[in-house]
T-cell receptor, first 112, second 115 residues
Framework: DAKTTQPTSMDCAEGRAANLPCNHSTISGNEYVYWYRQIHSQGPQYIIHGLKNNETNEMASLIITEDRKSSTLILPHATLRDTAVYYC????WGGGADGLTFGKGTHLIIQP | SAVISQKPSRDICQRGTSLTIQCQVDSQVTMMFWYRQQPGQSLTLIAT?????????ESGFVIDKFPISRPNLTFSTLTVSNLSPEDSSIYLC????????????FGPGTRLTVT
């Protein structure tokens, strides 16, 4: 799977939109962009994924650039409970036995 | 998404002993995985648990140290053998169903401390 690059940490004020960037310049045409987060002392939680179109669900929005070399996860109204490590991962659809490789992620801290 | 439970949630074990962690899923899943998360680190895949056959281990992980069973589509165990303080980690069970290809769900983890 392609590697991703994320900032080590970010701060965001409560109630504001949190925008988390991810670079994946070597992504292949059949690889999706996935986002997970891990709140302290819990297992990772799936947030959203996409191929090339922007995606939105009840948790977040995913904006993927036209060349697919980078993406941004947007938490529209961050709360203190959104403080977590956010992982951007690229993997083949239905990757199965491999393909979910976790990097170091971005530690997002929501400030009151 | 699947609901995954792990037992025990945490344990403190002595050096040289073993710990077996159980993973139970509320629905049949195609694939089950075991991850390790060392203190302050990201997740590392240990192995894929295969039903009815030997697990598939990632580089750096061996069956003698991390024996895995998967007797059916909803249950798996991971044993961490001959414990040393370096084995102190969180161990996470994870599941995925092929065909949906959507998400890999994770259990709450088992926090192991070796003294």
């Amino acid at each position: 799977d392609a590697k991703t690059t994320q900032p080590t940490s970010m701060d965001c004020a409560e109630g504001r939109a949190a925008n988390l960037p991810c670079n994946h310049s070597t992504i292949s045409g059949n690889e999706y962009v996935y986002w997970y987060r891990q709140i302290h002392s819990q297992g990772p939680q799936y947030i959203i994924h996409g191929l090339k179109n922007n995606e939105t669900n009840e948790m977040a929005s995913l904006i993927i650039t036209e060349d697919r070399k980078s993406s941004t996860l947007i938490l529209p109204h961050a709360t203190l409970r959104d403080t977590a490590v956010y992982y951007c991962i690229v993997r083949v659809w239905g990757g199965g036995a491999d393909g979910l490789t976790f990097g170091k992620g971005t530690h997002l801290i929501i400030q009151p | 998404s699947a609901v995954i439970s792990q037992k025990p949630s945490r344990d403190i074990c002595q050096r040289g002993t073993s710990l077996t962690i159980q993973c139970q899923v509320d629905s049949q899943v195609t694939m089950m995985f075991w991850y390790r998360q060392q203190p302050g680190q990201s997740l590392t895949l240990i192995a894929t648990a295969n039903q009815g056959s030997e697990a598939t281990y990632e580089s750096g992980f061996v069956i003698d140290k991390f024996p895995i069973s998967r007797p059916n589509l909803t249950f798996s165990t991971l044993t961490v053998s001959n414990l040393s303080p370096e084995d102190s980690s969180i161990y996470l069970c994870s599941v995925e169903t092929l065909g949906q290809g959507t998400t890999r769900d994770f259990g709450p983890g088992t926090r192991l401390t070796v003294t």
